[in-house]
């Protein structure tokens, strides 16, 4: 069974920073595409960034230059470093593996 579990989100003002981190079992994780996507309020899910099982990595053009993925494979854990947060970084944020995510971590950015 796959399981994605989601950890790290919070409240934190803008120009502050998040780690979030993602612990991944049930399958081979050093094998796949992991990927980071969010929903912020009334808004449907959007795309956040991705890296591949050989750790190159693309980004959303709102994110890029300000977010970092990572991954451990050694620890089967995704990572997601979130600097210079924005109030309309606000949303939950999912792993995940395909169509298969998370429960999500809630982050807000505000003042």
């Known amino acids: 069974e796959v399981r994605l579990v989601e950890s790290g989100g919070g409240l934190v003002r803008p120009g502050g920073s998040l780690r979030l981190s993602c612990a991944a079992s049930?399958?081979?994780?050093?094998?796949?595409?992991m990927s980071w996507v969010r929903q912020a309020p009334g808004k449907g899910l959007e795309w956040v960034s991705h890296?591949?099982?050989?750790?190159?990595?693309n980004y959303a053009d709102s994110v890029k230059g300000r977010f970092t993925i990572s991954r451990d494979n050694a620890k089967n854990t995704l990572y997601l470093q979130m600097d210079s947060l924005k109030p309309e970084d606000t949303a939950v944020y999912y792993c995940?593996?395909?169509?298969?995510r998370g429960q999500g971590t809630q982050v807000t950015v505000s003042s």
């Open positions: 049930g399958f081979t994780f050093n094998s796949y595409t």
């Open positions: 995940a593996r395909g169509h298969e």
């Open positions: 890296i591949n099982s050989g750790g190159a990595t």
